[in-house]
């Protein structure tokens, strides 16, 4: 995969596709400017490669998040065929979780709310929108914790004007989105979509890194 080239060049490609709405034709006109010579499919796979490992230690190393969360669904294009990615953020609009899904049903909301609370812990309240599938996924997290150790139960809202700080937060995965006309595989969107998340997160300085530029707070979450 091209790997002859420095990492921080390949990270530099990366970042400058998940922070940019570029298309990947766009990007590699881009890296030719600058002297590298690498074809889209090349650089597609080195989103794919990079961006999750950079999302996992990116969801290790962010700063904490408020108890209270907002969460909602966008489509995104995918093979031809609508997809849903599920979002949160916090009450300030830092983001906290994200998960793509073929569907968008009870069983999905309630893997999306179990993931976000592993890896942000149990909030005390989330904000949802009228749909009876995330307040069915959460209605089965609450009951799981009335019968575990923390005997935690999370209140649940469904306030609409509560939710227009995530709604708003949608604004920036769809501007960068749009460039790729329609994700072709699951798991590549799914990478991708992890790469622009964290991108988003340095946008929200949600991480104490000693480095001043946005990319090289990237580039140190690969290291």
Same mark, same amino acid.
């Given at each position: 995969?091209?790997?002859? &080239?420095?990492?921080?060049? $390949?990270?530099?490609?990366?970042?400058?596709?998940?922070?940019?709405?570029?298309? &990947?034709?766009?990007?590699?006109?881009?890296?030719?400017?600058?002297?590298?010579?690498? @074809?889209?499919?090349?650089?597609?796979?080195?989103?794919?490669?990079?961006?999750?490992?950079?999302?996992?230690?990116?969801?290790?190393?962010?700063?904490?998040?408020?108890?209270?969360?907002?969460?909602?669904? #966008?489509?995104?294009? @995918?093979?031809?065929?609508?997809?849903?990615?599920?979002?949160?953020?916090?009450?300030? @609009?830092?983001?906290?979780?994200?998960?793509?899904?073929?569907?968008?049903?009870?069983?999905?909301?309630?893997?999306?709310?179990?993931?976000?609370?592993?890896?942000?812990?149990?909030?005390?309240?989330?904000?949802?929108?009228?749909? @009876?599938?995330?307040?069915?996924?959460?209605?089965?997290?609450?009951?799981?914790?009335?019968?575990?150790?923390?005997?935690?139960?999370?209140? $649940?809202?469904?306030?609409?004007?509560?939710?227009? #700080?995530?709604?708003?937060?949608?604004?920036? $995965?769809?501007?960068?989105?749009?460039?790729?006309?329609?994700?072709?595989?699951?798991?590549?969107?799914?990478?991708?979509?992890?790469?622009?998340?964290?991108?988003?997160? $340095?946008?929200?300085?949600?991480?104490?890194?000693?480095?001043?530029?946005?990319?090289?707070?990237?580039?140190?979450?690969?290291?």
């Amino acid at each position: 995969m091209h790997r002859h &080239y420095p990492k921080e060049v $390949i990270l530099y490609a990366v970042f400058f596709y998940v922070r940019y709405a570029v298309s &990947y034709r766009d990007l590699e006109e881009i890296m030719a400017v600058r002297g590298v010579q690498v @074809g889209h499919a090349t650089l597609n796979l080195w989103v794919v490669k990079y961006s999750t490992d950079i999302a996992k230690a990116a969801q290790a190393r962010k700063q904490a998040t408020a108890g209270s969360w907002r969460m909602d669904e #966008i489509y995104i294009k @995918g093979k031809g065929k609508w997809m849903y990615l599920y979002r949160a953020v916090d009450k300030y @609009g830092k983001p906290l979780d994200f998960m793509l899904t073929r569907r968008r049903d009870k069983a999905a909301a309630r893997r999306f709310f179990s993931h976000a609370i592993e890896v942000n812990g149990i909030p005390q309240r989330i904000v949802i929108d009228k749909s @009876g599938a995330n307040l069915a996924g959460l209605l089965r997290i609450n009951a799981g914790l009335k019968f575990s150790r923390s005997h935690r139960r999370i209140n $649940i809202l469904r306030v609409k004007y509560l939710n227009n #700080i995530v709604e708003q937060d949608h604004r920036f $995965i769809k501007k960068i989105t749009r460039p790729t006309l329609g994700f072709r595989a699951f798991h590549s969107a799914t990478a991708t979509l992890a790469g622009i998340e964290v991108a988003h997160m $340095i946008r929200k300085q949600q991480f104490q890194l000693n480095h001043s530029s946005p990319f090289k707070q990237f580039a140190s979450l690969a290291a």
